[in-house]
């Protein structure tokens, strides 16, 4: 059997169940055009026991693979969860949890003034994607443009997708062996060191390294990232938060933890 018909048929085998079509916050525009993710869309099964095993793993749980491994027993489409750019991962993932357990997701909020603790329910289905401007923006591409404001230097980078952030993990691990522990992390430099692919135009990795390191200023730094979060496709997870002690009133963001794809953990 080809490889080809195995992936097929592994697709045939999920479609015994029934399945959802998920839209992007990318809306696939920033895919190549031939990429199944140009569509804006992924088809999704509904959870089954077998995915409660992979939940349960404790190889996969401690690999720090799980929810990788969830999405990709999930994805009826011809993709793996690798392909996806984070904004879209993030999604997948909120759409996994309610296809899984519903939509309702109990959460505990301290609240940030009197530090009482506040019990939440988030209809998740009420959560929007990011509105962009996709107009100004180059279909197929994952390459923008930023001028830095102060060095005036014209920096091209790219969306960070699960692939690249791997890579990212698996340098930050690296370095994290040589790194005195009392010294500053590399995260912020690391991160912009995978993201920017070129300088003024120049797009040789030791040049790019070499500026981020010695000649990025502190205000373009915070510039660069504001844009970048700006561009970035994601699921708009902001929530109003009132505090039932206190009243005191805040713009969170909705927190992930533990409970999210193991509901009723918490007592």
């Not at 793993?57 to 690999?63: A, E, H, P, R």
């Not at 988030?122 to 100004?136: C, G, H, V």
């Not at 500053?184 to 390191?213: C, S, W, Y």
């Not at 510039?223 to 206190?246: G, H, I």
Request: net charge negative; aromatic share 8%; hydrophobic share 35%.
């Amino acid at each position: 059997m080809s490889e080809n018909t195995k992936v097929t048929a592994k697709q045939e085998n999920k479609k015994k169940f029934p399945t959802e079509f998920i839209d992007l916050p990318s809306q696939g525009w920033f895919y190549p055009e031939n990429h199944p993710l140009a569509s804006g869309q992924v088809e999704l099964k509904y959870m089954t026991a077998r995915e409660e095993d992979i939940l349960t793993s404790s190889n996969l749980i401690k690999k720090g693979i799980v929810i990788d491994t969830l999405i990709n027993s999930l994805l009826v489409s011809d993709i793996t969860y690798d392909d996806l750019l984070v904004g879209d991962k993030n999604a997948i993932m909120i759409a996994s949890r309610i296809l899984g357990y519903g939509k309702d997701y109990d959460i505990d909020m301290t609240c940030p003034k009197c530090q009482e603790t506040n019990k939440l329910t988030i209809d998740l289905t009420m959560l929007n994607n990011k509105e962009l401007d996709f107009d100004n923006l180059t279909k197929g591409s994952n390459e923008f443009e930023f001028e830095l404001p102060l060095s005036k230097v014209l920096v091209t980078y790219q969306l960070m997708s699960g692939a690249f952030e791997k890579k990212l993990e698996a340098e930050l691990k690296g370095l994290a062996k040589f790194v005195n522990k009392k010294g500053p992390g590399k995260e912020l430099t690391t991160r912009l060191k995978h993201q920017i692919i070129a300088i003024d135009g120049n797009r040789e990795k030791k040049d790019i390294r070499d500026f981020v390191d010695n000649d990025l200023f502190a205000q373009d730094s915070l510039a660069l990232r504001t844009n970048m979060r700006a561009q970035s496709p994601d699921v708009a997870t902001e929530m109003n938060f009132e505090c039932d002690s206190c009243s005191h009133t805040e713009i969170v963001d909705m927190p992930i933890d533990v409970n999210f794809f193991w509901p009723g953990t918490k007592s």
